[in-house]
């Protein structure tokens, strides 16, 4: 495996080979597998459960790796081609980024959208251009509109939870959020519940559609697998015999890279916080996922956090183990 | 061993078998001991020798670690229950800590007194509280009132160097230090001592007691274990055959949580500068022990440093070797 | 080896010999090699390809690190002698350093020039009194006037592009950059140089002479090694024939602690960037060199460092393999 960024990059029955390497790695630990084997993990934003998830996998197959982070004395690393370089960054990502991979077997890349222009965010443009410096295989870990590792941990935990994917309901909720978050996860969960056959139902508000691209695209998979994509701002009929709600925030695309009207356009969208009430239509046994973090009494209120719905900590645990199967195929084979 | 916590959790027997451990790891690696085993590290607060001496001892068992930590973009983690998260904070602890633990088989946690109110403090609420959301042993890497790896080094320091357990005079000294510093070191050096079955004396100003449920604690751990405590501000009788005297600054439990107050009284006491002349009475061969960081010319003088009498960088490299015993006793059993 | 700190203080056939174990190491991978061994890595200024590559080596032999850098919050550590420590540093480095230094089996120590004296920082003052206080081999990972690893890992670099030693012309020039760099990369890689028996010439402006001692020192060694050292202000003179040109931009000498002086003197030399009409009296296959981070535009242009001259990611990539070998020989034998 060369390259790891969009779960619709390979077929059903790959996806769920890797996740039967994850469950066989959870139950008989390998930690002689990737011996002396380095992953290097490139972060251009911060993070917490893939900071902290990739180098335990790293370590739990014998292996380790190395950090370099926007937390770190960089001077950030300069990415516009053919500048005179006589400001503050001291470095072109042309150079640091073919040496960190040069240290690792594989390297790990998170570079967030810019948000400024949504046809350059959806192209994944930047994310590409990073890749491509790599000289050696490249694991996504969250670009401008790409959360592989986040899917197939997703894909992992619908699964654990023997939640049908044929005639199974899943919902991708949009939530209120202070701050206008980027498209990678809903575009990367949407195309996952699509990919695994579900009936999906896309819930959000106007002016919070998804990009026509990702649509289009989660429509032609759900073709594929024999599932469906709809849309609908009616919560009500959305959370309609639902077996999962997966809440998230994201930018508003009609007013993209535009926060001024994003904010007032959210202000008005408070009452998108995930309580009880949203669950009456749906089954009784209707679970809530979410990528975290998440802000509690905002996106969703503690009572669904603390109560049986929620699987958000067993989803991100998740993400350990849909880690360790992708580096053990791509450094191990 | 599920919790690492306070040295008086266990039998005195049980805390000899830890530092036999210990020695035994110093001079017998057991490189493949804890292989594919990960340690999470969560620091709330900064660390210099515990965040280093943790890494060390994984790496030296065969495993591993990673850390979070303050200096990272986590944005505040939220530890308030039940908050509407519209703030800074994008992560509360109730899902930050159980997934970080998920990702290893224990996790050492810090987190410094909070030093409003003392009974919390002494109660060691917090730490209470984050231990309680980890789904995996946990190490207490110093909390409130805790700091059972630094208690577990000085024991071993104190067998390296031959000091007699029962009859041995310890000094447990306050030291003038310009900043109100936390109760942990001293609450559990004191206890520490009294388990050992030493002859301890808490030498400190007025204002400057250490709490009564630490006091009494020690009381008890003394009668158990053939051990004496007693407090004293009268310098010169404390230091009376003197084998040890361990320096901490600490905040003043007469004023806590009141910065004014504290200062006012502890600027009176610059001569707590523990020097040469204080060793007067003590036995010739009377050693100087300090937690480290230590700040000199403040708390203690450069010759006594750089004298015989310190045993500090012994105290700190101790830290890897208690802390790989704790490791190996919990995580390989 | 118990201590890696200039290549000067090996002979000829020594760093021979460490370059084909970086070769041997390279090709055949030894995991096992440093089992349970850990690196200490102490940063006192920050740094990117040499925290990565130092952790990677670690990896890649079976070991590990821990990393202590100024991105953490260490309230920064105390240098002085004698200070009282009433301020904002809580740590001496003469305690931190032996702690760090005893938590792993071997120390890296990076810390640059102070650039007030010139012949404090010539003597390496502030480096040998931190790797003094080590208990432990020590490597260099830059101090004011050393960078051995770079060093070795360029000659490393020139043996695989089949750069011939005697009568190999070898220029190293400086470059203009905004800000007045250390000199110790340019003085580590004319020693190196000089070492390989290359015909050297240092071209700088007037004002940016190298220091007097490190120019003789070169000198010395050319002659043992059949090499030569030359300097020149006149680039067309200096790059006649020449198979490689080593950019590096460096403080003036003349001016060595103002920077007032020094800015207004460089300033007058934006012209010092290496550009293709550099290299018209050069030999056809004439490589580039520069040990990164490098300013675009500003130190070398686009069309060289994007063209077939360059050889920057091969250097970096160096650093790893050239990297292990000492490792190797300091921890295993």
Chains 1, 2, 3 share one sequence.
Request: aromatic fraction near 6%.
């Amino acid at each position: 495996m060369e390259r790891f960024n969009d779960l619709a990059d390979f077929s059903a029955a790959e996806i769920q080979e890797l996740i039967a390497l994850a469950n066989r790695l959870d139950h008989t630990p390998e930690p002689q597998a990737l011996e002396g084997k380095v992953l290097s993990l490139l972060f251009l934003n911060p993070s917490l459960r893939t900071l902290a998830s990739f180098q335990s996998a790293m370590v739990r197959l014998g292996g380790g790796s190395f950090v370099i982070s926007p937390d770190m004395s960089i001077h950030g690393l300069e990415t516009r081609p053919g500048i005179v370089m006589d400001g503050e960054a001291a470095e072109h990502i042309r150079e640091a980024v073919p040496v960190i991979a040069s240290y690792g077997d594989a390297i790990g890349i998170r570079a967030f959208a810019q948000r400024r222009d949504i046809d350059t965010d959806v192209a994944d443009r930047e994310f590409d251009e990073l890749a491509g410096l790599a000289g050696c295989p490249v694991i996504n870990m969250e670009s401008a509109i790409q959360h592989p590792c986040q899917s197939l941990a997703d894909w992992k935990t619908l699964d654990d939870l023997n939640i049908p994917s044929n005639k199974g309901k899943f919902v991708l909720s949009w939530a209120y959020h202070p701050k206008a978050l980027p498209l990678a996860v809903p575009s990367s969960t949407l195309k996952m519940a699509a990919m695994r056959g579900m009936d999906v139902t896309v819930l959000r508000p106007e002016g919070f559609e998804l990009p026509d691209a990702v649509m289009q695209k989660a429509q032609s998979l759900a073709e594929q697998s024999g599932g469906s994509v709809t849309e609908s701002n009616d919560r009500r009929e959305a959370m309609n015999g639902a077996h999962i709600i997966y809440a998230k925030s994201w930018s508003s695309t009609r007013h993209y890279g535009d926060a001024v009207a994003d904010k007032a356009l959210r202000e008005e969208l408070v009452d998108w916080c995930v309580d009880e009430p949203w669950f009456e239509p749906a089954r009784d046994d209707c679970r809530f996922m979410h990528c975290l973090p998440v802000r509690r009494g905002v996106v969703v209120t503690d009572r669904i956090l603390d109560g049986p719905r929620s699987v958000v900590i067993q989803e991100a645990r998740n993400r350990l183990y849909a880690q360790m199967a992708v580096l053990y195929r791509m450094l191990k084979g």
